[in-house]
């Protein structure tokens, strides 16, 4: 990725934590595109739960991902995420897929696979920057872009804030599947503390448009810092 022309801000950080909703609004702001990897991940779980695939058997995930045929638009006021023609972007967030999703994650060559794929996205996106957030963008995806930052929030901050969006699901519920989605993917790569020269941004006790001003502050200075060198 490091050769690319395009700007790369990467965001990692735990479910919930905020990367999604920050990442397409900093986008935004940066008038940059806006990639969302997760939904990627989500877009194979729900095509392999299309296809009946157990999605904790390695194997039929890879046969499964033979014919996938996915896409996703990296413009933050235009977002949206297909499987073939069909529109999946309200459907991958469903509990079958999130469940799923970690899962599919887990396959090294998944992994190896979708990643060529995001880098190929950002190379081709037509735009001066990608903000780019996930799991593993800061330390596998793109370590050597620019600005890399970590955001976290408290576990149950993230809990509460997720369960606001969620009806119908308790809290206590959505808390305990934060944690075991967390736990999962932890075990696959490392989100949870900051590589080296990665930033934290921790929006515990920031709102959305604060958490937002600290992470267009953090990439303002991570990249005069770059641009000083
Ligand atoms: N600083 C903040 N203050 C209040 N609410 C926030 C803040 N940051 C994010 N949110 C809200 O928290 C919820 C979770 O955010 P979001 O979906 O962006 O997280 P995520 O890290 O992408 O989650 P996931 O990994 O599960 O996809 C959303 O409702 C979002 O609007
Ligand atoms: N870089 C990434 C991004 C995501 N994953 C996996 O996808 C799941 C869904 O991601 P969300 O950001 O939409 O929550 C996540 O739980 C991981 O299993 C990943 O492995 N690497």
């Known amino acids: ?108 060559v998944v992994r190896h696979t979708v990643n060529a794929r995001f880098r190929a996205l950002v190379a081709d996106s037509g735009r001066p920057g990608v903000v780019v957030e996930g799991r593993d963008i800061t330390t596998v995806v793109a370590p050597d872009a620019p600005v890399r930052i970590l955001l976290t929030a408290a576990p149950e901050v993230r809990a509460a804030r997720r369960s606001a969006e969620v009806t119908g699901q308790d809290a206590a519920a959505v808390a305990d599947s934060l944690r075991r989605r967390d736990a999962s993917d932890s075990t696959v790569v490392d989100f949870m503390s900051a590589a080296e020269g990665v930033e934290v941004v921790d929006s515990t006790h920031l709102d959305f448009d604060e958490t937002v001003a600290a992470v267009l502050a953090v990439a303002e200075k991570m990249q005069e810092v770059r641009d000083a060198r």
């Open 1 to 108: 990725m490091s050769d690319s022309d395009v700007t790369i801000v990467a965001v990692d950080g735990p479910a919930g934590s905020g990367k999604s909703s920050v990442s397409k609004e900093v986008a935004r702001r940066l008038g940059y595109g806006y990639l969302d990897t997760g939904a990627v991940y989500r877009s194979l779980a729900w095509h392999a739960l299309d296809r009946s695939v157990d999605t904790s058997d390695a194997t039929a995930v890879l046969e499964a991902m033979g014919d996938f045929d996915g896409s996703i638009s990296l413009d933050p006021d235009d977002y949206w995420v297909r499987v073939g023609d069909t529109d999946v972007t309200e459907a991958i967030r469903e509990t079958r897929v999130t469940e799923a999703v970690s899962g599919v994650a887990r396959v090294p």
